[in-house]
C-alpha cells in the first residue's frame, strides 16, 4: 500500500528559499565586508591579490557554507521559538565557515603573501552578526506584536510589593509572549523606592495611592507580591484594595522565595482567610509528634472536612498505623489517594463501616486494637437534622456511645471526640445531640482506663456545608449571595489550624476534659460575604445582590465556645482552655439515655422534649 504524499507547502518552500537567498547575500557581504573593516573603509587601499582569491573563492565558499548551515538545521529550525540550542547551531556553523574559508583561500591565493589573519575573524564576526539577525529578528518581532496585542486586550495589573518577589514576578510578566497581563504600576510604602523603576515599572506610591492608581491606571487586577507580610498587615492592605473591586492574588509565602519558586504559575486568588487579620495558628509540632508516632490510629468519619486533615496531619506525623473509617465510599476514597500517594510507605487501612452498626464497631476495635481514636463522625448539618433529628440522635449520640464503649473494652488508651460550639446553650437538635456526646465521654472517663476527652471549637473555612463554598457558588452563577441575618456572627478557624489544635489538645488530655479551642475574634457573616464578592472583582449590590433569607431553624445569632458552670483554665497553649467538668447524676443520665435510645428507634414524631431532660440548657421553638 502507497503511503500518501506530504502536500507541498508554498509558504514553507518561499521562506526556505528566502533564507538561502539571505544567506548567499550575508556570505557575500561578510566576505568583502571583513577585508573593508580591516583596512578602516579604505577602498582604495586594498591590495587587488586580496581582493582576487576572495572573489574567485566566493562560489565554493557559498555552497560550502550552505551545506553546513543546512546540516546544523539552519533550514528547518522553528525560529519563532529558537533558544540556546538553535544560537550554538548559528555560532558553531559559522565558525566552521570561516575555518574552511582560511584553508580554501591558500588555494586561490595569487602570490606568496597570504590574506591577513585579521580577516578570517572578521568574516566570522560578520557572518555571525548577519545570521543571527536573520534567524532572531524574526522570534523578536514576532514578541513584539504579541506584546503589543497584550497590552491592547490585557489584563491592566497594579503589584504592590517592590522586593525581591516582585522582581521576579514582574520580569516574568514582562518578557512573556503570552501573559496577557499588563503591569501599569507599582505601589510599595517604602519611600525610597517611590519614582524608580522595576523592569521599566515605575514604584508610583505608598499604599494610600493604592485606591487613586487603581482608577487612572484602570487597573483590573491587583497583584501582592510580599511573601513575608504579617496577616495583619496584609488584611490592611487588602482593606485598602476592596474598596477599588479589582481582583485580588497574592504569593503563598516566604518560603517561596527562599525555595526560588516565585513565579505567576504560584500566584493564587486573595481567600477570605487572608482576611481573618490574624497570622496562622502554630503548635507544638513535638508534642503531637511524640503521642501519635509508633501507634495505631483509628479516624471516624475520616472521609469528611475535619476527618480528612486529621488524617492529613496524622499521616505526617509517622503512626504505626493509620485506619480511617467511614460510611461514604466517595469521600473516603479520595483521602486513600492522597495519602497513599504523598506516604506510601504508610500503613494504612480503609474501612468502610457505620459507628452504629455495634457489631461491625466491635469486630474493627477487636481485629486492629487502636491506641488513639479520634471521633469524627457526625451529622452535622444544622438545618437538616432539624427536619430528621431521630437521625442526629441516632448517629451523633448512639454512635459515639458504641465507639467509645468498644474503645473502652478494647483498652484504646486515649479518646477524642470532635465537638462543636452549637453544644453549648443549644438551640438546635444537632447541637444538643453533640452535648450529650461530650456528657457520654466525660461519663465514661469516670469508669474507664481510656483517656475520653472532647474537643470544642467552632466554624472552619471551607468545611462541607459551610457558608463560604455556597458563597463561591452564588457568586459564580451570578447571585444573589443568601445571609441568613445581617447580624449573625460566627467563630472562624482554616480547618488545618482546627486540626492542628485538636491533635495538641490530644496531647494533654489526661481524661475528662473538654478542650476549647480560642477561635479569635468572632466574624460577621455578612463581612464574609462583602469581602468574597470584592474579592471576586465585584460591587457589592451593584453586580453581585445580597439577600437576606432568616435565620433557619435551630440557628442562633451567635455561638458560645463554653458554658457558665464549666469555668476555664489555660493549657501551656493560650490557644487551647479547658473546660471543667460538669457533675451530673450518672444513673439518671444511663436511664434517660435509655429512654433516648427505644424512643429514637421508634421513630417517635418529636424527640426534643426527651432531649431537653437531659441537656436542660437546650431551647428549641415549637
Request: glycine letters at 6%; proline letters at 4%.
Amino acid at each position: 500500500m502507497k503511503k500518501d504524499k506530504k502536500p507541498f507547502n508554498v509558504k514553507l518552500f518561499y521562506r526556505r528559499t528566502s533564507l538561502i537567498i539571505y544567506d548567499i547575500i550575508s556570505i557575500i557581504f561578510a566576505s568583502y565586508m571583513a577585508v573593508l573593516i580591516r583596512y578602516e573603509f579604505h577602498i582604495d587601499m586594498i591590495p587587488a591579490h586580496f581582493l582576487d582569491p576572495i572573489t574567485r573563492f566566493l562560489p565554493v565558499n557559498i555552497l560550502l557554507t550552505l551545506f553546513i548551515f543546512y546540516f546544523f538545521r539552519l533550514y528547518h529550525s522553528l525560529w519563532a521559538f529558537a533558544g540556546e540550542t538553535e544560537l550554538q547551531n548559528v555560532v558553531v556553523s559559522c565558525v566552521i565557515s570561516a575555518v574552511l574559508n582560511s584553508i580554501g583561500l591558500q588555494f586561490f591565493k595569487t602570490v606568496q603573501q597570504p590574506v591577513p589573519k585579521s580577516y578570517y575573524f572578521l568574516y566570522m564576526f560578520v557572518l555571525i552578526s548577519m545570521i543571527f539577525v536573520s534567524r532572531f529578528s524574526y522570534r523578536f518581532l514576532r514578541s513584539q506584536k504579541h506584546k503589543q496585542q497584550n497590552k491592547k486586550n490585557g489584563i491592566s495589573v497594579m503589584v504592590i510589593g517592590a522586593g525581591e518577589a516582585a522582581n521576579v514576578i514582574i520580569k516574568e510578566i514582562v518578557n512573556s509572549n503570552f501573559s496577557t497581563m499588563v503591569i501599569r504600576c507599582i505601589i510599595d510604602d517604602d519611600k525610597g523606592k517611590w519614582g524608580r523603576y522595576i523592569q521599566g515599572i515605575k514604584v508610583v506610591g505608598g499604599r494610600d495611592k493604592i485606591i487613586e492608581c487603581a482608577d487612572i491606571y484602570d487597573i483590573d487586577e491587583i497583584i501582592v507580591a510580599m511573601p513575608s507580610i504579617s496577616r495583619a498587615e496584609l488584611r490592611k492592605i487588602l482593606e485598602i484594595c476592596k474598596e477599588t473591586n479589582c481582583k485580588l492574588r497574592s504569593l503563598p509565602g516566604m518560603y517561596q522565595l527562599v525555595n526560588g519558586e516565585v513565579n505567576v504559575s504560584k500566584l493564587r486568588d486573595i481567600e477570605v482567610e487572608d482576611l481573618l487579620g490574624r497570622d496562622p495558628i502554630s503548635v507544638d509540632i513535638n508534642s503531637i509528634l511524640g503521642y501519635v508516632q509508633n501507634k495505631t490510629v483509628l479516624v471516624t468519619g475520616g472521609g469528611g472536612s475535619i476527618g480528612s486533615e486529621l488524617c492529613r496531619q496524622i499521616a505526617g506525623h509517622k503512626p504505626k498505623r493509620l485506619i480511617i473509617l467511614d460510611i461514604y465510599e466517595n469521600s473516603v476514597y479520595d483521602i486513600q489517594q492522597e495519602l497513599k500517594t504523598k506516604y506510601p510507605d504508610l500503613d494504612l487501612v480503609v474501612l468502610i463501616a457505620s459507628v452504629r452498626n455495634t457489631n461491625r464497631i466491635n469486630w474493627i476495635f477487636e481485629r486492629y486494637k487502636p491506641d488513639i481514636v479520634y471521633h469524627a463522625a457526625a451529622h452535622k448539618h444544622v438545618p437538616l437534622m432539624e427536619d430528621s433529628p431521630n437521625e442526629a440522635v441516632k448517629n451523633n449520640v448512639f454512635g459515639t456511645w458504641k465507639t467509645a464503649q468498644a474503645a473502652a473494652f478494647y483498652g484504646v488508651n486515649k479518646f477524642v471526640l470532635i465537638s462543636t460550639d452549637k453544644a453549648v446553650n443549644p438551640t438546635n437538635i444537632m447541637g444538643a445531640s453533640k452535648r450529650i456526646c461530650e456528657m457520654v465521654i466525660q461519663t465514661f472517663n469516670n469508669h474507664y482506663e481510656t483517656e475520653f476527652v472532647a474537643v470544642r471549637f467552632g466554624n472552619v473555612l471551607g468545611s462541607n456545608g459551610s457558608v463560604i463554598p455556597l458563597f463561591r457558588k452564588q457568586i459564580m452563577q451570578g447571585g444573589p449571595v443568601t445571609v441568613t441575618h445581617p447580624d449573625i456572627i460566627r467563630y472562624f478557624m482554616t480547618i488545618p489550624e482546627a486540626v492542628s489544635l485538636v491533635l495538641q489538645a490530644g496531647a494533654y488530655a489526661k481524661g475528662g476534659e473538654i478542650f476549647v479551642l480560642d477561635m479569635g475574634e468572632p466574624v460577621r457573616i455578612l463581612d464574609l460575604a462583602e469581602n468574597l464578592i470584592r474579592l471576586s472583582g465585584y460591587r457589592v449590590g451593584e453586580d453581585i445582590k445580597i439577600e437576606f433569607t432568616g435565620l433557619r431553624p435551630g440557628e442562633k445569632l451567635y455561638e458560645e465556645l463554653l458554658m457558665d458552670e464549666e469555668g476555664m483554665k489555660e493549657t501551656a497553649n493560650k490557644l487551647i482552655h479547658v473546660g471543667k467538668p460538669i457533675e451530673l447524676d450518672e444513673m439518671k443520665f444511663f436511664a434517660q439515655l435509655k429512654k433516648l435510645k427505644e424512643e429514637s428507634k421508634q421513630e417517635i414524631v418529636d424527640i426534643r422534649p426527651l432531649v431537653k431532660e437531659i441537656v436542660p440548657t437546650y431551647h428549641y421553638k415549637d
